[in-house]
């Protein structure tokens, strides 16, 4: 039987500083002989090992996060995947979230997020760790950096699963609110694109086609089919993908284009959707 080498001081203290459980504290101060130092290495190896056995699994559930500068010009966010509902609101993955948000407002992290800096750590170390505390897989499915000279108004869906920055041009709060609202609806009916003329006209013609057989399958003749199709892209397609032809979430009577003009002095500039599950 081995005679034990650390005090519960200890354990309790590498508890804190790693947040391993309680026996893995105990049997990493047993391996290491009572060196601390060395014990919380052998939890970041057991953490790296646990994370490569997770990697191949499934991560279906997890959250966005959204960090912005005070003076609204510059936003950073990221979409942290993980395998179950559970973990998507622990506490522990919410801030791990909110702090690679953090860091990728502080810096873009370019093609390769993983290596960018959080803290004194990079973002993949930040992940691993979280993975050999939490015990599921852990993805970063999606990192953003971005700056303007106008301001960024944001809105989170309240189970954190999608998200939105709007990039709002207009001075004072209500330009803002504006652009907060417009964030909600982006985020309830995702569209495509701000203007109906950012549209490809070959997208057009490809929504006509389908529209006009559509038509001449319900017993149109070509004609009258193209009416039809006409009269649907107006009042299905571009309502749908385009965000200023939108019914306005809190009054479908009019448009989102509509909306900003009875609140005059914001202008929506750009917007990027963000959303579990779907990727880069």
């Known amino acids: 039987m ?3 080498t650390y ?7 590498l508890r804190e500083e ?3 459980p309680m026996m893995e504290c105990k049997t990493a101060l047993e391996e290491a002989g009572g060196d601390f130092e060395k014990a919380k290495n052998i939890l970041r190896e057991k953490g790296k090992a646990a994370a490569a056995k997770r990697a191949d699994r499934s991560t279906a559930a997890g959250v966005v996060a959204i960090a912005v500068s005070a003076d609204g010009r510059t936003a950073g ?4 995947e993980c395998e179950t509902d559970f973990v998507a609101r622990n506490e522990g993955f919410l801030a791990t979230a909110q702090q690679l948000a953090a860091a990728f407002l502080a810096s873009d ?8 800096k959080a803290g004194g750590k990079t973002v993949g170390e930040v992940i691993v760790e979280a993975v050999g505390k939490i015990r599921e897989n852990i993805r970063l499915s999606k990192a953003v950096h971005l700056s303007t000279a106008n301001r960024f108004a944001t809105y989170i869906h309240h189970d954190k699963l999608k ?3 709007v990039e709002v041009a207009g001075e004072g709060d209500q330009a803002l609110e504006t652009g907060r609202q417009i964030a909600i609806q982006a985020v309830a009916f995702p569209p495509e694109v701000i203007s109906k003329d950012e549209i490809p006209q070959s997208k057009i013609d490809a929504e006509m086609e389908v529209e006009t057989q559509r038509a001449i399958n319900e017993g149109k003749d070509e004609k009258i089919a193209k009416n039809i199709a006409m009269g649907r892209i107006n009042k299905e397609y571009l309502k749908r993908v385009v965000l200023l032809e939108q019914p306005f979430y809190r009054d479908p009577a009019i448009s989102v284009g509509q909306y ?3 609140h005059g002095g914001a202008t929506i500039v750009g ?3 963000l959303a579990v599950g779907e990727g880069g």
């Open 163 to 165: 998200g939105t920055i």
């Open 109 to 116: 992290p370019g093609a390769e997020p993983l290596k960018a």
């Open 260 to 262: 900003l003009k009875e």
């Open 2 to 4: 081995s005679t034990a």
């Open 271 to 273: 917007f990027t959707r």
């Open 18 to 20: 790693t947040d391993a």
């Open 7 to 13: 005090t519960a001081l200890a354990v309790k203290r």
């Open 77 to 80: 966010a990221a979409v942290l």
